[in-house]
């Protein structure tokens, strides 16, 4: 995360103040009772330590996904058993839905942090593409004999589609008005996948259109099913979109299906333009500050862990995984979350960083406050003083009598053992629980007394 150099200097100084602070408390602390520092030094263990086990704790996320028996069911089932296969810092828990639609409303209403959406349902309010897990291309393929090139020339033809999701129909409408034909203009059917191939081959379809990434078994099947039989392969029709006036934009964006992408029939003969309509894993992104900072993190790892891990989700899932980062460049077609950002920058979000400010300021106050607090308690009686400061006090034993010479507490170490054991002053075998006061009037005794020996 780029600061500036006086952003960066500030939490250096404040972090050294606070060192210095706690240092000094810590040492007044050690002056005046060991046991008390070591209680202070346990306290501050075990809050560090409940710290570290509750932010080392998987980050869990709700991801709104289906129908049940879909592929994006599978996808999110099989990526969060590799999440904790991996021990990540992030886990997933699927909700159930009935799809694209109710996906896109739990997240609306915030019942849940992540949901998978298409494009053309626009995304709401506060949230983000985390990531694109799939482009659907629309691909109309017609049999050889049909001599259609581009879909202008569907008007008045009998068309079938095949929907796999409820989006796919008012989507095809669109395009429609974009080439300025309404549904009237086309005899539109809705076909199974198993139909493509009885209908083509009997005439009674013109093209047969349908939505979904070019590497799906259930795409090229679609494809494969019209003319099969035939040695010369299918027709795909091209999409011109150069009236439109921004190719990309967030509903939809211009695609190449490449030559020969249908590999078993050889089709098409050459690159043939289309449209293509993502499919997002979106997120929202909470309003309180801390919480997002945290949401950031855990989405960066997600984020990194889907392009990392593809290879192993498209052997669990049985075919080929198209995930793609989104463009994180100024002017994109889409807002792009905060944590996939962190990611694709390579910026560290890690929860230090994020909350390092915070730790530097704890540390400042909390060395400060425990310093004033043991000087408050030392003032009222609380804190008894050791017998340090009256180590140049001549001493006395249990009669009255001084050591020979007027040996001190440094010099006599069987007074100086006394004294620390018990925490009584040398010149009284009586425990000192006065007030400032009657410590300055003992002091003062230990002055004259040893002035009396000089």
């Not at 008390?36 to 709104?64: E, N």
């Not at 011109?240 to 934009?249: C, F, M, Q, Y």
């Not at 989104?326 to 077609?333: A, H, L, S, T, Y």
Request: charged share 25%; glycine share 8%.
């Amino acid at each position: 995360m780029d600061t500036g150099d006086a952003g960066s200097s500030m939490p250096n100084r404040i972090g050294i103040a606070g060192a210095f602070a706690v240092l000094a408390g810590a040492t007044w602390l050690l002056s005046r009772r060991l046991y008390f520092t070591l209680a202070i030094l346990l306290a501050g263990l075990v809050a560090i330590s409940l710290a570290y086990l509750y932010l080392s704790q998987p980050t869990l996320l709700r991801v709104a996904v289906g129908p049940a028996e879909g592929k994006d069911a599978r996808l999110m089932d099989a990526f969060a058993n590799v999440l904790e296969a991996h021990r990540e810092s992030v886990r997933l828990r699927p909700v159930v839905t009935a799809g694209l639609v109710e996906n896109r409303a739990l997240l609306e209403k915030g019942d849940v942090d992540l949901a998978i959406i298409r494009g053309d349902q626009g995304l709401p309010a506060d949230t983000s593409v985390v990531m694109i897990l799939r482009t659907d291309v629309l691909v109309v393929v017609a049999p050889s004999k049909s001599n259609l090139e581009s879909l202008s020339q569907l008007k008045n033809k009998r068309l079938g589609l095949v929907v796999r999701t409820p989006l796919d129909e008012p989507g095809f409408q669109k395009l429609l008005l974009f080439y300025g034909m309404q549904s009237s203009d086309v005899k539109l059917s809705v076909i199974k996948p198993d139909e493509v191939a009885a209908l083509t081959n009997g005439g009674r379809l013109d093209a047969v259109m349908v939505f979904g990434p070019l590497v799906d078994p259930e795409v090229t099947a679609i494809v494969y099913a019209v003319d099969a039989k035939k040695k010369k392969g299918p027709s795909i029709l091209e999409i011109d979109l150069s009236g439109l006036a921004e190719k990309n934009t967030p509903s939809a964006s211009e695609v190449t299906i490449p030559k020969h992408a249908f590999a078993r029939r050889r089709v098409p003969d050459d690159e043939v333009n289309s449209i293509g309509v993502p499919t997002f894993l979106a997120g929202n992104t909470p309003r309180r500050p801390t919480l997002a900072k945290i949401r950031a993190q855990a989405v960066k790892e997600l984020a990194r862990n889907m392009i990392e891990r593809r290879n192993e989700l498209s052997q669990k899932v049985g075919y080929p995984v198209s995930i793609e980062k989104p463009d994180n460049e100024k002017g994109v077609r889409f807002p792009v979350h905060a944590g996939t950002s962190a990611y694709l920058d390579d910026t560290d979000i890690s929860w230090y960083s994020l909350f390092s400010d915070q730790i530097w300021t704890v540390w400042l106050i909390g060395g400060t406050v425990a310093s004033i607090w043991v000087r408050a308690q030392e003032r009222a009686g609380g804190i008894r003083p050791g017998p340090a400061c009256l180590r140049e006090c001549p001493l006395r034993d249990r009669d009255g009598a001084r050591p020979a010479g007027g040996a001190s507490v440094r010099s006599s170490r069987r007074f100086r053992w006394r004294s620390k054991r018990s925490g009584q002053c040398p010149l009284n075998t009586r425990v000192w629980k006065g007030s400032t006061s009657a410590w300055s009037r003992r002091i003062k005794a230990c002055t004259s007394a040893r002035a009396s020996t000089t």
